[in-house]
Nanobody, 122 residues
Framework: QVQLVEFGGGLVQAGGSLKLSCIASGHTISRFRMGWFRQVPGSEREFVAAISWDDGRTAYVDSVKGRFTISRDNALNTVYLQMNSLKPEDTAIYYC???????????????WGQGTQVTVSS
């Protein structure tokens, strides 16, 4: 079992930056594909970014390309999401996710954190 806890959410003005952290416990994530998702109440959860376990490939939803960066530090069992040039439409609960066996392109993950709120004011 992998437990995930997100940190770093908060309130920021449009144009500002936040860095989310996801700390894993229970198992090393060095061979886990890691992802970030977000959800606005009443809407479906949306894929934001992913990073592979082996070669560092990354993928992003079009709306955050050039503004968000996903990275990982396996030694710290931690994944990050650097969010720059934030917009009010980025407001959501952000979730970290881990998966140990599916292909990089899959949007399915086995383990999820509890989420952290990001609010961007205009």
């Amino acid at each position: 079992q992998v437990q995930l806890v997100e940190f770093g959410g908060g309130l920021v003005q449009a144009g500002g930056s936040l860095k989310l952290s996801c700390i894993a416990s229970g198992h090393t994530i060095s061979r886990f594909r890691m992802g970030w998702f977000r959800q606005v109440p009443g809407s479906e959860r949306e894929f934001v970014a992913a990073i592979s376990w082996d070669d560092g490939r990354t993928a992003y939803v079009d709306s955050v390309k050039g503004r968000f960066t996903i990275s990982r530090d396996n030694a710290l069992n931690t994944v990050y999401l650097q969010m720059n040039s934030l917009k009010p439409e980025d407001t959501a609960i952000y979730y970290c996710a881990a998966d140990g066996w599916r292909t990089f392109a899959s949007k399915d993950y086995d383990y999820w954190g509890q989420g952290t709120q990001v609010t961007v004011s205009s």
